[in-house]
């Protein structure tokens, strides 16, 4: 009997899984938050935290289970909260700024982050993009939240106590509290950061309660100051409390700014007079006003849940820095120069990640979104004299490239306007030639040599040296084909269509991979394809070698052909996952997740190679591009705390999904195209802002059924292996025939094949 009823259960549960969801009205029900907290320095499985945020909002809010100072902020292993913390951060690897925290305590004013932490269970714990609850076991507290974008509410239920206390931990480097008894209120400020910010940077907040104060203390060193009302320390904060019956509720209205505390007494206007049920009903109707900007229908329960937990993750950053003064005119304050200036301003995103997907995403679906990030680019600009390549607030030294050039020519050659693209094209030509004196990774390292030898060679001393070639080189497509469109000289910019073939000179013929190569000409020796690092970035020649997204042709061309470069394709992933480390010295989490996922030297856990599967599509065998894509949707991807294979970095590996799922992917940011994968879903629809419907009808899709078999558009076969953006802008319905089997005479002509610029200039 009990293995009939444990059957009757796994049979239950599977089919609960699997069973195939129709249209849905609340997509944000959808949402995991906890989708990738799962996550610790040795191992990333998305390095993420629950953000409760509106989309793109100024601040999030989270749950704090590691300690001050830990990039890890939240762990879905850990179970004690001490606090729920204003946060910033883009990455662990880049850090917080401004931030601050505010817990519950009872019976006694705990301010020390381990003392006044308390024991959780996630049984007890409720996620939303736009709430959070939970409960403190330690002090009897249902803890809730929920965000505008440049303020919170919170409503804490106390136990009968007449010690209950409110801690707000203004963190260290420098804070400062006051108390207002009179008023209920708390103000204060913290200067917490990781860099990038000038030497006033401060996020001033204001904490408005609906209680008053029966005690208050503040804390420095230690210390406990009772019935101090104001204090300035390198680490301080402010406790108050009062006295609860059982289940009361006390609000906490909290808001902040970068520009002073009258700016965030403004901020907390966001609330306006609406109760905390309000407040949480408009977080919900504005993230499913975002998320139904694409519908989708006919996956499995894990499927619909995994693709919108990725869509949210991609509608997070960049986020907002500006914030509207008292005249209704927008402003910001500038992480680069610290000046409060008016216009718009956007930050946390690491180019050298965003560039491949999230920004094509957003470029298709909110492009008014990204209209106003390219008129932060332009402040960012003026206000210190280069794109910033990672910005965190302002510019952060980390990673390589240029990829600025990527996102300033994708949003303009596929028609957003509305900002001085003039003043960006001086900023993208300048950053060829120049290098941020305060942030190295800002610009282009090693430009001199590059730009006289066509790379960087091995041996002068520059780390990293033939990725950032290779990355260059798109880069400066980039700005040619940006220069093409705004209608420059061709004598200005030729130069860089000339570049942009500079990747040639790291090919090594002998081994069919980019490899560094010496100033005199010679190639670097000994040489591993499995080392990581060192000419490279997080990653090895087999990841790197397929950085040429502007030019494929011209790199199977390199290759000997379609079908040696088929083999190199397959070897990706016929490979075993080896490596070297020796770089490093150590293993880095990145080569750990490749490992450890049973795709040969494939490491979607990482951004250079999350391009690859597509590339089949541009030597005549599109069904193994279909074949994978589907392999590393089904296998990288859960809706689950362990759900992402590797950094979920600011949207791109979530946005790389949602393209994926959609059955179409932006291989080379500033071409006119998508190239086509495996759709996942029954139907799709994407609501564009212009009023038009992209539809992708695939009826006999499920899990056997990966292979395209026939692609209907516009009531015709259609047999080329990408879509055209201004097809996807104009309204189209495209009808796609799935089977279990591969076609392998579709998509197979020269003719089919997606851009290269090699066939271009033939």
């Not at 762990?75 to 850090?95: L, M, T, V």
């Not at 019956?245 to 007079?273: D, Y």
């Not at 000994?526 to 990653?539: H, L, M, R, S």
């Amino acid at each position: 009997m009990k293995k009939i009823v444990i059957l009757c259960l796994l049979l239950s549960t599977f089919q609960s899984y699997a069973q195939i969801v129709g249209k849905i009205a609340d997509p944000v029900e959808w949402v995991n938050p906890l989708m990738g907290t799962q996550s610790k320095h040795a191992l990333s499985n998305g390095n993420v935290y629950p953000a409760i945020a509106l989309p793109w909002g100024m601040n999030f809010w989270t749950p704090q289970t590691g300690k001050m100072g830990d990039g890890w902020v939240y762990s879905y292993e850990s179970d004690k909260i001490n606090g729920f913390r204003q946060i910033h951060q883009p990455s662990p690897w880049i850090g917080d700024y401004g931030q601050f925290s505010i817990m519950p305590v009872t019976g006694k004013p705990l301010f020390h982050e381990e003392e006044r932490a308390s024991w959780f269970s996630h049984k007890a714990e409720t996620l939303k993009p736009y709430y959070y609850s939970v409960y403190l076991a330690e002090h009897d507290v249902l803890a809730e939240i929920t965000p505008t974008e440049r303020a919170a509410m919170f409503r804490f239920t106390f136990p009968e106590n007449e010690n209950s206390f409110v801690v707000i931990d203004a963190l260290d480097m420098g804070s400062y509290v006051q108390i207002i008894p009179s008023e209920k209120k708390i103000i204060g400020y913290s200067t917490k950061n990781s860099g990038g910010v000038p030497d006033n940077f401060k996020n001033y907040f204001v904490i408005l309660f609906d209680k008053p104060f029966t005690y208050h203390a503040t804390f420095d060193n230690q210390k406990l100051r009772i019935n101090q009302l104001e204090n300035r320390e390198a680490h301080t904060g402010a406790v108050i409390g009062f006295s609860t019956t059982k289940g009361e509720k006390v609000i906490a209205r909290v808001a902040s700014s970068f520009i002073s505390h009258e700016q965030a007494e403004l901020n907390l206007k966001e609330l306006g007079t609406d109760d905390f049920n309000q407040v949480k009903q408009n977080g919900k109707e504005a993230w499913n006003k975002v998320l139904k900007a694409i519908e989708v229908e006919g996956g499995t329960v894990d499927q619909t849940r995994t693709f919108y937990s990725c869509l949210y993750r991609s509608l997070l950053f960049p986020r907002k820095l500006y914030e509207i003064d008292v005249r209704g005119n927008i402003v910001h304050y500038s992480p680069y120069n610290g000046k409060v200036l008016p216009g718009r301003m956007y930050t946390d995103t690491g180019f050298w990640d965003t560039f491949r997907s999230l920004f094509p995403f957003l470029n298709l679906v909110f492009p008014s979104v990204n209209a106003e990030i390219q008129e932060g680019l332009v402040n960012s600009y003026l206000e210190s004299g280069f794109l910033p390549e990672w910005a965190s607030p302002g510019h952060r030294n980390s990673m390589i490239g240029n990829n600025s050039a990527s996102v300033v020519a994708d949003a303009y050659l596929k028609g957003i306007r509305g900002y001085d693209i003039d003043r960006l094209w001086e900023a993208v030509v300048h950053g060829t030639k120049n290098v941020n004196p305060k942030s190295a990774a800002t610009g282009r390292i090693g430009h001199e040599y590059y730009n006289k030898m066509g790379y960087i060679p091995y041996n002068v001393g520059i780390n990293e040296n033939a990725a950032r070639t290779l990355e260059y080189a798109y880069n400066d497509w980039c700005i040619y084909e940006l220069g093409k469109k705004l209608k420059r000289p061709a004598a200005e910019i030729e130069v860089y269509a000339k570049r942009s073939q500079n990747y040639r000179n790291l090919f090594d013929p002998e081994t069919k991979l980019m490899r560094g190569r010496n100033e005199d000409g010679s190639f670097q020796a000994p040489f591993n394809p499995f080392k990581w690092g060192d000419a490279f970035t997080e990653g090895n020649s087999w990841h790197y070698t397929w950085s040429v997204f502007h030019d494929v042709q011209g790199l199977i061309g390199l290759m000997g052909g379609k079908r040696a470069f088929n083999q190199m394709l397959d070897s990706v992933f016929n490979l075993p996952p080896l490596f070297d480390e020796s770089y490093y010295g150590f293993v880095i989490h990145e080569i750990r997740e490749m490992q450890i996922m049973n795709m040969g030297n494939y490491a979607h856990g990482n951004q250079p190679i999350q391009h690859m599967t597509y590339l089949y599509n541009y030597s005549g065998e599109p069904w193994k591009a279909q074949y994978w894509v589907r392999e590393v949707m089904n296998r990288l991807y859960w809706p689950t705390p362990d759900g992402y294979c590797g950094d979920e970095d600011n949207g791109q590996t979530s946005a790389w999904y949602v393209f994926s799922a959609l059955g179409f992917y932006p291989v080379c940011p500033g071409t006119d195209q998508y190239v086509l994968g495996s759709p996942l879903f029954k139907k799709a629809t994407i609501h564009l802002e212009n009023g038009k419907n992209v539809v992708i009808n695939a009826p006999h899709n499920n899990a056997e059924n990966r292979f395209i078999k026939r692609v209907e558009l516009k009531g015709e076969t259609y047999t080329k292996n990408y879509l055209k953006h201004t097809e996807l802008m104009e309204g189209i319905t495209i009808e796609i025939e799935m089977d279990d089997a591969p076609n392998k005479q579709r998509g197979t002509k020269d003719s089919d094949f997606p851009y290269s610029y090699s066939n271009k200039i033939k």
